[in-house]
C-alpha cells in the first residue's frame, strides 16, 4: 500500500495538493482476512486525509459527462456556488460531473476532495483536486463521502450515482444517520425516475408517503445552495 501524502495547511486554510492511494492491485476474491485487513488500512487512510476538512458537500453524478455540455456546465456551477458559501466540495474524484464540481469548487476558492475508485478501465482522480483518495472497496469509498459530508448532491448519473443516492436515502429513512439534505440536481433527468417511485414504490405501499419528503428536485445551483444545511460562511 502506498503510504499517504500530506502537507500542512496555507495560511489560507487550504490543503495543498495531496494525493492518496489506498488502493493495490484489483481485487478479485479475497479471504475473510485480507479484505478485513485491507479495508481497515483503506479506512485509517481516509480517515487521515479527511479529518479536519469542516463543513462539506457531496457530490455525485456520472463519470461520461462531457465537458462543455450543458450539463457539464451545471456541475461547474453547482460546485463554485458551494465553495463561495464555505462549503468543502467531496466527489468520486473522476471526470464528467464530478470533475465539473470540482473544477468549480477548485476554481472559486473552495477545499476540492475527491474519492476515486479503482476500476480495470474507468476514471483517474481529476486535476481538480487539493486532496485526492483512491479506494480498492466501493463500500469504504461510501463511507468516505457519507462520514465526511453534511448534505448530498446528486447530478444527473448512471448506475454508481444511483447506488450512492439509494444509499444515503437508506441511512437517513432507517436513522443510521442524522437526516440532511438530499438534492438531485436535474428536474428533466430525475423526474421520471420520481414519477416512478410515487407511482409504483408508493402506490404499492413499498415505501412511506414522508418517504417522498427525504429528497428534493431542482435545476440550478442556486436552489442547490438555498437547500443546504446552515452556511459554513456567515
Known sequence: MTEPIFHSRSAEG?????????ATEPAVVESSSSLGLRSQAEFETGFRAL???GKAVAVMGSARTAPGT???????SVGAALAAEGFAVIT???????EAANKGAYGNGGLSIGVGIELPREQRLNPYLHIGIECRYFFTRKVMFVKYSDATVVLPGGNGSLD?????LVLVQTKKIAPRPIVLVGTEFWGPMVSWI???MLGTGKISP???DLFHVVDTAE?????????AVS
Do not use: H, N, S, W
Open 14 to 22: 487550504r490543503v495543498a495538493q495531496a494525493t492518496v492511494a489506498a
Open 51 to 53: 479529518d479536519g476538512i
Open 70 to 76: 450543458e450539463e457539464y456546465e451545471l456541475g461547474v
Open 92 to 98: 468520486g474524484g473522476g471526470p464528467g460531473a464530478m
Open 164 to 168: 450512492e443516492l439509494f444509499e444515503v
Open 198 to 200: 410515487q407511482r409504483t
Open 210 to 212: 414522508e418517504d417522498l
Open 223 to 231: 436552489e442547490v445552495v438555498e437547500l443546504m444545511p446552515k452556511r
